[in-house]
Structure formats: C-alpha cells, structure tokens
C-alpha cells in the first residue's frame, strides 16, 4: 500500500512538471516550488518505505543540508560553483538560499543513488556513478532557471556553447558536490525492505526524457535539450538499457531452445 502511494506521489510530479510549460510569471513561479516539494516528499517517502525511516533522514541531512550549506557557501563566497545570486521568486530564504533549493538536491539525489546502484558495482564505482548522475541533470536544471531569473550568475563566461548564461564552472563544481554527497550518503548502511526501486527508476527516467522534450520543444532552449541529453543520457540511457534487460532477457530464447532439444 505504501509502495502504491509512492506512485500516486509520482503521478501527481509527473502532472505538475507538464503543466510547467502550460503558465508563465508568478504562477510559474509558484508551479516550481509546489513541483520541488512533491519531488522532495516523493523521494523521502520512498527512502522510507523501502530502505527505512533512518535511511530517509540521512537522505535529507547529506543532500538536503548539504546542499544548503554549498549553496549558501556559494552564495556568499562563489566557491564552488561561481558568484551568483538567487530573486525572491522562489520564496523564503535561509543563509541566502531560497528553501526549496536543498530540498530539490535531495528530491533528485535519491533516484541518482539508486539508479547507480543498479547499474555500478562497489562502492567506489557506485559513488561516481551517482554523483555524474546528480549533476548532469543540472545540464538541464540551470538554463531553465536562469532563463526565468530565478538566480544569475555575475560572470557566465566561459559557458558552454549554445548556453552563453551559465559558467562551465558550475557544472564542474556540481559534479564535485554531487560526488562528496554520494560518498557521505554511502555510509549509510542499506537495510533493503521488500518492495521496488522502480519509481526511482521511473523518475530518473522522466526527468531525463521529460528535460529533453521541453528544452527542445516547449522553453525554446535546445541547446541544453542537448547538452542535458548528452550528459545526463550517459546514466539515464544504461538504465533503461538495463530495465529492458530484466524484462526481456535474451537468454529466454535459447533456455526454450536447449529444452526442446532436450526434451525432443
């Protein structure tokens, strides 16, 4: 029941992130933060249902008070990411980060977790894999932002081509956060409880496919349509590739084929 009620959050993300292109200005706006907080609880949940209520609060004291405190550190000094600064669109304020932006560090950092831990083995490996995950969705995340002056940056150059408003500094300072958070979220001993991973699965792959899909089509910003395909297509891609393993295995022909040799 529990697990139902996990795709039901889901579903409820899934509406709020299509209506995104459907308003503009303030409601916009408010559509963002309402999308960040069924995100946050939507991941939460889950880490709760499936791993326990221990995991779930790791899960928002590293990525969410992590990701608050490389924000406001980043807010105030530039390091890691580059000197930028936050508008009051997205509501109430701590240490000059807007509340919601940790939470969405966290909403994401769980799928990226779990989707490295189907496709990587060892820690190690699991760890890269999941930070290049978590920061290759900011390929998609900062542009869209950035375009609604949510936050600015002092000095965008150099950028990547196509993307003249956001820094290669930060994205190359998002993989490093994104790694040390992978690793601190790694000590957290993982104490499975039956039920799925699937909708992590699942929102993982939206976010990828859905970010491809709006860039090019809806905000009119296809270069990070394909910046973000390309970064993140290199965790989301392996993923599907392997779910669609599971489901249709090749080893099912040939297993049919050497029993009716064996039974013929």
Avoid: C
């Amino acid at each position: 029941m529990r697990h139902r009620l996990v795709w039901v959050a889901f579903a409820a993300l899934v509406l709020a992130e299509i209506g995104y292109p459907l308003v503009s200005g303030p409601a916009r706006a408010h559509l963002t933060v309402a999308t960040v907080l069924i995100g946050f609880a939507v991941s939460v949940a889950h880490a709760a249902v499936s791993r326990g209520p221990r995991a779930a609060a790791a899960l928002v004291a590293v990525a969410g008070g992590g990701g608050l405190a490389v924000e406001a550190l980043g807010v105030a000094t530039g390091v890691p990411f580059g000197a930028y600064g936050y508008g009051d669109a997205l509501g109430a304020e701590l240490l000059g980060v807007p509340l919601v932006i940790p939470l969405a560090w966290t909403w994401m950092a769980w799928p990226a977790w779990l989707t490295a831990g189907r496709l990587a083995r060892g820690v190690a490996a699991r760890v890269a894999v999941a930070g290049l995950g978590l920061a290759a969705w900011d390929l998609f995340l900062d542009p869209q932002m950035v375009a609604e002056k949510y936050w600015t940056w002092a000095s965008p150059r150099p950028a990547l081509p196509g993307v003249p408003d956001v820094p290669r500094s930060n994205y190359l300072g998002w993989l490093v956060v994104a790694v040390a958070l992978m690793a601190l979220l790694a000590a957290v001993p993982d104490t499975r409880r039956p039920g799925p991973d699937a909708p992590m699965y699942a929102l993982y792959l939206w976010t990828y496919a859905s970010g491809v899909l709006a860039h090019a089509v809806f905000l009119d910003l296809p270069a990070s349509a394909a910046w973000g395909g390309l970064g993140m297509g290199l965790v989301a891609v392996p993923l599907a590739v392997a779910l669609l393993r599971d489901r249709y295995p090749r080893t099912a022909p040939r297993q049919a084929r050497a029993e009716r040799r064996i039974s013929a």
